[in-house]
């Protein structure tokens, strides 16, 4: 049975089928089943039971079946090299939505595409033919694709999700093969030569024995050669799937907790827990676990000797694993913060059992990234209820490599800094609170005795203007100085005070020459030239760059206690510690 392009796209239809069964003989459950005729909506096959509930992160296996009619093999191979097959899967919502009509038509639908493959026309696909053994009359070809499709899970909001299969079917045209016989510039033999049409002028005097010549085919009419109009893919009919609704079989969450028990060892303990959702009402075999930290170490503290894999899960189960992650040698000795994030691999294996037949695969892997970064004073513990602020930030950002962006709340760690705070009468907040991105890019050589400079780069990421003052906080060191004893008050060995003529001193100058002996505190080592900086008014959007000179005293590593910033208009203020560090060197012994 001989037919064309065209007939062959109007007679085929390609439809989707996903079995309820797990494990099933595509091949033996087709030969028996009954083909529906392409009339409505309808599906093509009716007899094979198939999946009403699909599972987010999921391996579903999905057949994509061709029913064409019967015909011969090599033609029907012909027609199958030239088919492009194209599957996608779409989250959407099945409830009806504002917009929708009742057919199921949405205008303003949100949808999201889940899971995308093509068909590859190259395997060998699985044949069936059907129908009556009386003649060709009457008789089909069931030609089936296996796909293996991955459910990932939408990454928009959905009501009452469910996955609508959306396939596209077409006939290639057929490739024009190429020539591939090798140019010959001489005629091929027993071809006359074309007419001389300067043949009569041969016997000329006037030519003096030259024989002229002029070929016929230079005088012929060239005719235009209409352009090719390429050949168009021809559609194939397809059945229009409905929604199969969709919902997660398991729900999964890391958290974070930083770990103290070890002196001079970062690590942070992640807790796995997993959740079987009550509206599943499915028993889950939860078959393995895998926490991997790319870069260091992860020790599993539960085991097998308290929970072993696999095991069943009802719903409303939620289980929990722990694991202690040990960041590389480089983040404990100091590393930059910038690479303190380190990748954080997680997959979790099992299977639903919904029916006796039907136990779907659930695969999850995501990735995620922990911070390993110290924090700016690890030896001083958990502060107290009362010096806790009520808006304290979730995290500290990491800085970007080469510059130092703040975002760092104001704290109080130097009697300075909070002798400062307390007699201005500023409240304490964060860069997020006022709205403010400073970002400080220092010099890379630093000598003694040399003055150098900061960079500072203000933006206003508020919606209101502000006037801004910048203020550095030197870092004072305190040493430790000879006890000095205290003489006897000379107002106690005054005679007029014993007569109460003469009242007792308020100071005694005895006991403030022996603090200020124990007090006393180190030289400076660096000095800023720039006493205060203010700006503004900076405008919403806008951004601002200014300078600070330092002059560095000593050799070695140099400190700053902090970076004040000051909203003038609300006398909010900032302390930004996270700053670049000062190396300063002997530019004679470096030499």
Same mark, same amino acid.
């Given at each position: ?29 087709? #030969? ?33 079946? %061709? ?36 057919? &199921? ?11 995308? &493959?093509?068909?590859?026309? /190259? ?131 890391? =958290? ?31 078959? /393995?676990?895998?926490? $991997? ?28 694993? %722990? ?60 502060? &107290? ?6 808006? =304290? ?11 130092? $962006? ?6 109080? &760690? /130097? ?52 006037? %801004? #003052? ?30 109460? /003529? ?11 020459? #022996? ?38 005293? #000593?050799?070695?590593? %140099? ?33």
């Amino acid at each position: 049975m001989s037919r064309d392009s065209a007939e062959f796209a109007e007679t085929s239809v390609v439809d989707v089928l996903i079995p309820e069964a797990s494990s099933v003989d595509i091949e033996e459950a087709l #030969a028996s089943s009954e083909v529906a005729r392409y009339e409505d909506d309808s599906a093509l096959i009716t007899s094979v039971p198939q999946r009403s509930l699909l599972f987010f992160d999921e391996k579903l296996s999905i057949y994509v079946v %061709l029913r064409t009619p019967y015909q011969d093999e090599t033609q029907l191979k012909g027609y199958i090299s030239r088919l492009q097959i194209v599957l996608e899967a779409h989250a959407t919502s099945s409830s009806p939505r504002p917009g929708e009509s009742h057919q &199921g038509q949405t205008t303003n639908q949100p949808r999201d595409v889940i899971w995308s &493959g093509k068909v590859n026309v /190259s395997e060998d696909p699985i044949i069936v033919v059907e129908g009556s053994d009386d003649g060709d009359e009457g008789q089909a070809v069931l030609v089936i694709w296996r796909l293996t499709a991955f459910l990932s899970r939408p990454r928009i909001r959905l009501q009452s999700p469910a996955i609508m299969f959306k396939i596209s079917a077409s006939l290639q045209p057929p490739a024009t093969g190429s020539s591939t016989q090798e140019y010959d510039p001489y005629l091929p033999s027993g071809v006359p030569l074309p007419i001389n049409l300067l043949q009569p002028l041969q016997d000329d005097p006037a030519l003096k024995g030259i024989a002229p010549r002029l070929s016929a085919l230079r005088l012929s009419r060239i005719t235009a050669i209409p352009p090719t109009i390429p050949l168009k893919p021809l559609p194939l009919r397809t059945v229009s799937k409905k929604a199969v609704r969709a919902i997660p079989a398991i729900s999964a969450r890391m =958290r974070y907790h930083r770990s103290s028990d070890t002196v001079g060892k970062l690590s942070i303990i992640a807790s796995l827990d997993i959740e079987i959702p009550v509206f599943a009402n499915n028993d889950v075999d939860l078959q /393995s676990v895998n926490v $991997q930290l790319n870069e260091g170490e992860t020790e599993d503290l539960v085991g097998d000797y308290i929970l072993k894999l696999p095991v069943k899960c009802r719903p409303r189960d939620n289980i929990g694993f %722990l694991y202690r992650l040990t960041p590389p040698e480089a983040v404990h000795d100091g590393g930059s913060s910038a690479l303190s994030a380190k990748a954080l691999e997680v997959s979790i294996d099992g299977e639903v059992l919904v029916s006796a037949i039907c136990h779907p695969s659930i695969h999850m892997r995501w990735r995620t990234n922990v911070d390993f970064s110290t924090a700016l004073n690890p030896n001083f513990g958990k502060p &107290g209820q009362s010096m806790q602020r009520n808006h =304290r930030p979730t995290s500290l950002p990491a800085p970007v490599a080469g510059t130092f $962006q703040a975002n760092i709340p104001a704290e109080s &760690g /130097s009697d300075l800094a909070k002798s400062a705070t307390e007699g201005s009468g500023r409240t304490s907040t964060t860069m997020a609170d006022i709205g403010i991105t400073a970002t400080f890019t220092a010099t890379e050589e630093v000598y003694v005795g040399e003055t150098f400079t900061w960079d500072i780069f203000i933006v206003n990421r508020s919606t209101q203007s502000r006037r %801004l #003052a910048i203020v550095i906080i030197p870092k004072l060191k305190r040493v430790e100085g000879r006890k000095v004893g205290s003489r006897p008050s000379s107002s106690s060995s005054n005679p007029a005070s014993k007569t109460g /003529s003469v009242a007792d001193a308020v100071v005694d100058e005895n006991m403030l020459h #022996a603090v200020m002996k124990t007090q006393s505190t180190e030289g400076a080592q660096l000095v800023c030239l720039t006493t205060e900086i203010k700006i503004g008014p900076l405008s919403p959007g806008s951004c601002y760059f200014t300078e600070v000179k330092f002059l560095p005293l #000593a050799q070695g590593f %140099l400190h700053i206690e902090a970076a004040r910033i000051i909203d003038l208009s609300t006398n909010e203020t900032v302390d930004i510690r996270d700053l670049p560090d000062i190396h300063a060197l002997d530019r004679v012994s470096d030499e």
